[in-house]
């Protein structure tokens, strides 16, 4: 009878070759991950900014209440 053992009883299953299918939606979403990433910068970097701009602009008194006559 053969010696069992680990490597003998329980093989291991190689995982399927990925198709080019699989390829192909795996590097879509890497590039649809890395567009909204840039996109999110870019709106935070303008947020920032326009932001920095509003407060360092300074507010007009309101000419409501002031009448001519």
């Known amino acids: 009878m053969a010696k069992l053992t680990k ?6 299953q190689g995982s399927k070759a990925e198709t ?5 939606t795996r590097i879509v ?6 567009e909204a990433e840039q996109r999110q910068a870019k709106n935070d970097r ?4 326009r932001l920095e701009r509003e407060a360092n ?3 007009k008194p309101s000419r409501k ?3 001519n006559g």
């Open 46 to 49: 303008l947020r920032n900014a």
């Open 20 to 24: 080019s299918l699989d390829k192909t």
């Open 29 to 34: 979403r890497k590039m649809v991950a890395e």
């Open 57 to 59: 602009t300074p507010t």
């Open 65 to 67: 209440g002031r009448r």
């Open 7 to 12: 490597t003998s009883v329980f093989k291991v």
